[in-house]
């Protein structure tokens, strides 16, 4: 029931009650048009908001991507400070073709511009110095201080046009703080706005944007009206590495609806006078309200498709997630380097995702959070690993308050697998060899830590200077000329040389040198790598003066001595010249030791000595063979034989001479003589034995004619050419009637167990019963006819292994056959070995081939061509009566030996002999440096057997095992021995005389 009153009040003041009536009427209507106004300006800004937001992506990902592709040439520049400007070029365009807003690029030494790329246009750039530049010295300045990557502009470029500078700091790779320069990177700026859609922007709205030299809020207006950022204009920050832009934008005429209360109090009176109107029009206006709504949510559907498919285009993934990190949108580009289906990430957060740092981001408190870049692996079905790189930014509105995330992904593998390689690839460089890298002209880059251990050049002292820093003066410029003709010539050198450390000192080193080649096929570097092998040097000079020089005289001892008279002998047949033998020995020298002692003795066999050297040609020998007997060798005298015996006797009627001068020995004048026995030889073939006898025979006879004479022998030249003839012929039928046997000789190791056995040859002589070797070998060599025998003797050991194959005590002993120098290097002989394998079924493991060292040095590389041939095949390589030649250590290295064997003549007399003793030492010593087995031959003792085991020999032969005996006697004693060994019977020896 209405109340009485105010149907009273209504009727006493009708005016009053009807503007009442039009009060409530107004603030009605002004409520609701505020209402719609404020849901007008509201969509506005929603549209603006999703402006900035495409406008920001597209800004942010640009220089995003730019500065990435930048990044991966300061990498190499850290790596790499010697890079050149065609290395630079090369890299710089790689990037520059994939990413087309970026301009050029510069490679900043310090602070002075010296590559660019492209050249072209840019020329201006080269050698400015960013000191003199005052608008971009401050930037570059703040780089260096704050060690960040640093972007300035937009401004006007050196060079012409505007872009926008960024400078990214490198460091020493190893040192951060040393600075080595900058890589600069100029951004189109026009191209780069062009891309990101600015003009169709400021065509939609009033655009400004401010943050030059990337300062965010505090830097200059460098696009639109400053006064933007003043009012209340949408505000959207772009972060980028080492700073932001800040957009600023309101709609063209600013924000509608300011005066609508104006306007609604000037229609007040046509609202109330024409209510009917205004009713219809308010529901006019409210259905042309809704058809714009609909046309404005059309826009912006078609407006978000736009956007989707400009996102689905970038090679980089985008996420787009709501405030709580639930997924709203993705492209292409996401699915496949997340490896999940679109519907898939759709269910997902991005904490799920990503590692834990992303789930912390988003638990934070709604405070100012910064963008989140990590790196993370993921493996594909595939199994195959990638990596890549996470960049989350938050997003706020105008009042900070977080509305969304973006996510940018991106692929790094590539980048991952570069580092990685120039890791391994620095990793390498510091190596136990000395390495040094230089440019075409031979100045020295780049050298490692092991080359300034080995030179003692620092890499400070040695970098820029030649490699002439290290010659010696050893070598003259044949030398040199010769090494660099096989370089240009195969862009490859190794050998050995001397140089020179810094203090001063010469060193033996082995030198590879390698050529690099650029795209042209031209030198660009030369590496070089180098060991010092002045200790091996060393070693091999220590064993070739034990083995070949007495100690007392320094001359030649008897090793070289012979050594040498074959060689004599070789070149006197060859070239049909004659030369002689002078036997020499000292008369009544015993009685000077026996009454002024050994001492004094050793004093006058030094003087002699040097006496009778300098009474020689210097390509004549003087050797000391023991006591007080020395041998001189004169090589090719003359052609004629009367001729050449008679510069002989000129010789040693010279030496006479000089020997029976007085020598002072200190308190006492000596008077001394010598007998010298002379022997002559030529192109008939007469062994070294016989004509030392000779020589020696002769000595006698000035001996007992009275002593301090010459006298030549007298040969019995039929005689010996007769049992020559003779031998020859008994050798041929040797052959033809199986008259060689083998013996087999015992090897043992270190526990003495049978390891295997050598191959000996015998010869039983139906007359002259059984012949050594040492009678027919050289003969049979000479001859020609050591090559059937030696196949012989190689198909009846390999038999032999077959046969013991079915045999368990024997089937793991191996066989040292000993082969000849001719045989070895007759061009058939691998061919040889390979038919006499395969036809006996022998098992190549079993069978070592012995050389000796003689073997080995003529024809070097054809000899280590054959042996690696015969290696492949499963035979092993053992050098026999190692010591006695004078072979290098550096063709030792190079040849495939698998064992040295030590020459008995270097066991015999030990452990007394200190010479002997030392060298063994050095032998088993070296073989260990080389990885080679060592065995010892002729241990006839205990003693012996003692030393060489405490020295580290592992191997021995010998008559303390067992003497040379037939394969039937040697199956017994092995069977034998072993059943002893069986029974543990450790008292029983087993001897075989």
């Not at 960049?391 to 900070?400: A, F, G, S």
Request: hydrophobic share 40%.
């Amino acid at each position: 029931m209405m109340d009485k009153s105010y149907i009273g009040l209504s009727s006493r003041y009708p005016r009053l009650f009807a503007l009442g009536v039009a009060l409530i009427v107004f603030l009605g209507l002004w409520a609701l048009d505020n209402n719609e106004r404020e849901l007008a300006i509201q969509k506005q800004k929603v549209d603006i908001i999703e402006k900035l937001v495409v406008l920001r992506t597209k800004l942010g990902t640009g220089m995003t991507s730019n500065i990435s592709a930048a990044r991966v040439l300061a990498v190499t520049f850290a790596t790499k400070p010697d890079l050149s400007d065609q290395e630079f070029k090369v890299l710089a365009a790689e990037v520059a073709s994939a990413n087309s807003s970026i301009r050029n690029l510069v490679l900043v030494k310090g602070t002075v511009a010296s590559y660019v790329y492209p050249y072209k246009g840019n020329e201006k750039i080269l050698g400015v110095d960013y000191r003199q530049l005052p608008k971009q010295w401050p930037v570059y300045q703040r780089m260096i201080e704050e060690h960040t990557i640093q972007i300035a502009g937009p401004l006007t470029l050196v060079q012409g046009g505007v872009g926008l500078v960024v400078r990214i700091p490198v460091y020493q790779h190893e040192n951060r703080d040393e600075f080595l320069g900058s890589i600069a990177m100029v951004v189109n700026y026009d191209q780069l706005m062009e891309q990101a859609g600015i003009a169709q922007v400021q065509n939609e709205i009033n655009l400004a944007i401010r943050g030059r030299d990337a300062k965010g809020s505090k830097g200059e207006v460098f696009l639109g009206e400053a006064n933007l950022f003043t009012g209340d204009a949408v505000r959207q920050s772009i972060i980028l590495p080492g700073g932001s832009w800040e957009l600023a934008a309101l709609p063209h005429g600013g924000w509608q609806g300011t005066t609508r209360l104006s306007r609604f109090i000037e229609v007040f009176g046509l609202i109330v006078c024409l209510m009917a109107w205004m009713l219809s029009y308010q529901s006019t206006i409210k259905r042309r309200q809704r058809e714009l709504n609909a046309e404005e949510l059309r826009e912006s559907e078609a407006l978000l498709r736009l956007r989707n498919e400009a996102l689905s285009a970038t090679s980089q993934g985008v996420m787009i997630a709501a405030r709580d990190g639930h997924i709203n949108y993705v492209n292409e580009a996401a699915c496949h380097l997340s490896g999940y289906a679109e519907h898939a990430l759709y269910e997902k957060k991005l904490g799920d995702l990503f590692t834990p740092a992303v789930a912390t981001m988003l638990a934070q408190d709604n405070q100012e959070k910064k963008p989140l870049t990590l790196e993370y692996s993921r493996k594909a079905d595939n199994g195959q690993l990638s990596w890549l790189e996470l960049l989350l930014t938050p997003v706020y509105d105008q009042k900070n308050v977080l509305q969304q995330y973006v996510a940018l992904l991106r692929d790094i593998t590539d980048k991952k697998l570069a580092d990685k390689e120039l890791e391994i690839a620095a990793m390498a460089f510091e190596t136990e060899e000395g390495i040094l890298i230089t440019d075409a002209n031979l100045v020295i880059l780049r050298v490692n830590k092991a080359f300034t251990r080995i030179t003692g050049y620092e890499a400070s002292e040695a970098v820029g200077q030649g490699t002439r820093l290290l010659q010696s003066g050893r070598h003259d410029e044949s030398f040199y000329s010769q090494m660099w003709e096989e370089i240009c010539r195969n862009h490859h050198w190794q050998g050995e040389l001397w140089n020179r450390r810094k203090n001063g000192e010469i060193y033996s080193e082995r030198l590879v040198i390698s050529a690099v080649l650029d795209e042209d096929g031209k030198v660009s570097n030369y590496v070089g790598s180098f060991n010092d092998i002045t200790e091996h040097k060393v070693s091999e000079e220590k064993i070739h003066q034990l083995a070949f020089f007495d100690p007392l005289t320094g001359l030649p001892n008897r090793r070289l001595l012979l050594d040498r008279l074959a060689r004599a002998l070789s070149l006197s047949r060859r070239h049909q010249r004659y030369g002689a033998i002078l036997m020499i020995d000292l008369d009544n020298f015993k009685t000077l030791n026996d009454t002024q002692g050994h001492n004094m003795g050793d004093l006058l066999l030094t003087q002699i000595g040097k006496r009778i050297h300098a009474c020689i040609r210097a390509d004549d020998t003087v050797s000391r063979t023991g006591g007080d007997e020395f041998v001189v060798l004169l090589e090719g005298l003359h052609e004629d034989l009367q001729y050449a015996a008679g510069l002989a006797e000129n010789v040693a009627e010279k030496i006479r001479i000089t020997l029976s001068q007085t020598v002072n020995l200190g308190h006492i004048d000596y008077e001394s003589s010598g007998s010298i026995g002379i022997t002559m030889f030529g192109a008939e073939a007469v062994g070294i034995d016989e004509l030392l006898r000779r020589a020696d025979m002769a000595m006698y006879q000035a001996k007992a004619l009275g002593k301090n004479s010459v006298r030549f022998f007298d040969p019995s030249m039929q005689a010996a050419l007769e049992f020559r003839t003779a031998m020859e012929t008994d050798l041929r039928h040797a052959l033809m009637h199986r008259q060689f046997v083998l013996h087999y000789q015992l090897q043992v190791s270190a526990l003495g167990d049978p390891i295997g056995a050598e191959v000996l040859l015998r010869w039983h002589h139906p007359a002259r019963g059984l012949v050594s070797p040492l009678d027919f070998i050289p003969l049979a060599e000479e001859t020609g006819l050591i090559l059937p025998i030696g196949l012989w003797v190689l198909e009846t050991a390999c038999k032999q292994i077959t046969i013991w194959a079915d045999d368990p005590v024997k089937s793991g002993m191996q066989l040292a056959v000993n082969v000849s120098a001719r045989q070895f290097r007759h061009p058939g002989f691998v061919d040889d070995v390979k038919r006499i394998l395969h036809e006996t079924g022998t098992n190549p493991v079993l069978l070592k081939l012995e050389l000796t060292e003689s073997v080995v040095l003529e024809d070097v590389a054809i000899v280590i061509e054959k042996m690696h041939a015969i290696k492949k095949l499963g035979v092993g390589f053992s050098m026999d009566d190692f010591g006695t030649g004078y072979s290098s250590l550096s063709y030792l290295q190079r040849l495939p030996l698998t064992q040295l064997k030590i020459d008995r003549s270097f066991v015999h007399n030990l452990p007394d002999d200190v010479n002997n003793a030392n060298i063994v030492r050095t032998i088993i010593s070296l073989g260990a440096s080389l990885d080679l087995n060592v065995i010892a031959e002729g241990v006839e003792t205990e003693q012996q057997r003692e030393f060489l085991l405490q020295a580290g020999c592992q191997a021995y032969q010998g008559y303390l095992f067992c003497k040379p005996i037939p394969i039937d006697e040697f199956d017994r004693f092995i069977s034998t021995r072993h059943a002893l060994q069986k029974a543990d019977s450790p008292k029983v020896e087993i001897q075989v005389s």
